[in-house]
């Protein structure tokens, strides 16, 4: 049962909507000035929802709101006002009030705006959980991810992790290979020595030797001093070949030899040097399948291949978005200073889109909605058009076919889809969706006390 108090100078007023609102199961309390409206909030601290009329006897309720949004930032505020007073109301809405309700009041109002807070407290309380999983799980060192797949591929990782032997990673592109490397790196004795993280495909051919084994001076054209290769650089530690999928056949037989024995030679040189590293390679193509077309070395492959863990893809793993959301909008509440929030409905709807690009999509998509957002919660307009057309659900308008409904019947039903997706999109608050549906907000509650009458 939520607990709701209402602030009002109308004792009349306050009845009514104790005795109503009692009836729907709600618990209420009421307080007809400041001072009481302090006292109470303070010792019911199962106060859930707090209505504000705007004049008080002994205080202005905006000044009341502004002190309970910094007191109280668990709880919810609406405001409630006369007709003259809507600016106020704005000014309310910027002060953290969640909505505001112009009087006279009517109780159906008030309850769909009692809905729409509950429905936000639901929001607020899942997005503490997820605070907690991605705390608990920065804490353990753990990557992100409490999916079935992930928590495989966390058991190997450990396992793994003390050993020596050389890793394969395979998966799509974006799906985190490059953090799994590094977390076996931090987990492993060598965790003190460097990480050195290589993309072979970004090195032209001729390059790519120089970049892992050195060279010595006047090697080549403009090797005008001796230089450290990454392999030298990571003695003692881990090093990441990435895209190792794309190394021509040629170089594929230089790097047998550090594979096999941990030594190579510099270009221009002709010492032999020594190395202790682990190595560990990833790759979005089928290794085994180019072994059987001759376009990679089967020794190599063999060499590379102590341990393989494939990486699913974010579609393969979906239980893992919500988490993942959490954690890049932590990272831009740090950036930003503003607590951005992702509501359940924009949630169903990550998680119903494909994600060809992965993980990695998949933070670029939270980067453009956080930049785009004008406050703090997160819209469906905020992300790009490929996620947008994600939430045209076929339902709306296939279904009417076989519902053998007349058109006007078919219209209404569309306009109930087109109000409730508004009002989940708008967090409950009216003004916000009325203005998503280019009506006013009026014609919104008039819309809505004829869709959805409450018993």
């Not at 809905?115 to 907690?132: D, F, M, P, V």
């Not at 050993?163 to 990673?169: G, K």
């Not at 893809?313 to 929030?341: M, T």
């Amino acid at each position: 049962m939520k607990s709701i108090l209402i602030v009002d100078d109308e004792t009349k007023l306050l009845k009514i909507f104790q005795t109503s609102l009692s009836k729907k199961n709600y618990h209420i309390l009421t307080a007809a000035n400041g001072q009481e409206a302090r006292r109470k909030v303070s010792e019911f601290e199962e106060i859930n929802i707090v209505f504000l009329d705007l004049k008080l006897p002994d205080c202005s309720g905006l000044d009341l709101l502004e002190e309970f949004v910094s007191l109280y930032p668990s709880k919810i505020f609406v405001m409630m006002t006369a007709y003259g007073n809507i600016e106020n109301a704005v000014l309310a809405m910027k002060a953290g009030a969640f909505d505001y309700i112009v009087k006279p009041v009517k109780l159906q109002e008030i309850i769909v705006v009692i809905e729409r807070a509950i429905e936000w407290l639901k929001i607020k309380e899942e997005n503490q959980i997820l605070k907690e999983k991605l705390e608990k799980a920065e804490q353990s060192g753990e990557l992100l991810g409490t999916s079935k797949a992930m928590k495989q591929i966390h058991l190997l990782i450990n396992r793994v992790a003390a050993t020596d032997a050389n890793v394969l990673l395979e998966g799509e592109s974006g799906t985190g290979k490059s953090l799994i490397a590094e977390t076996l790196h931090k987990l492993s004795d060598r965790s003190h020595s460097p990480f050195i993280p290589v993309n072979c495909a970004s090195i032209p051919e001729q390059l790519l030797e120089s970049e892992l084994f050195g060279h010595e001076k006047g090697a080549f054209t403009g090797a005008v001093s001796a230089r450290k290769g990454k392999f030298e650089a990571a003695n003692g530690g881990t090093i990441f070949l990435d895209e190792i999928g794309e190394i021509t056949p040629s170089f594929q037989a230089k790097l047998l030899q550090v594979t096999q024995s941990k030594t190579f030679i510099p270009v221009g040189s002709d010492s032999i040097k020594q190395v202790d590293v682990r190595i560990v390679v990833a790759t979005n193509r089928d290794l085994k399948k180019m072994v059987e077309e001759g376009q990679f070395r089967e020794d190599l492959f063999y060499r590379l291949n102590i341990v393989d863990i494939y990486v699913p893809s974010l579609r393969e793993r979906k239980d893992d978005i919500p988490l993942l959301v959490e954690k890049f909008l932590d990272r831009h509440r740090k950036k930003y200073g503003r607590n951005f929030l992702a509501s359940s409905e924009i949630m169903r709807i990550l998680m119903s889109y494909h994600w060809p690009g992965n993980v990695r999509e998949l933070e670029n998509a939270i980067e453009r909605a956080v930049v785009l957002c004008q406050g703090e919660h997160l819209s469906l307009d905020d992300f790009q058009r490929e996620i947008r057309e994600t939430n045209i659900e076929p339902s709306v308008f296939g279904n009417m076919k076989e519902q053998n409904k007349t058109l006007p019947e078919q219209m209404e039903d569309i306009e109930k889809q087109l109000i409730l997706k508004a009002l989940d999109e708008a967090l409950g608050q009216q003004s916000v969706a009325a203005k998503k549906l280019g009506i006013s907000r009026q014609s919104l509650l008039y819309k809505m006390n004829k869709f959805f009458p409450h018993e």
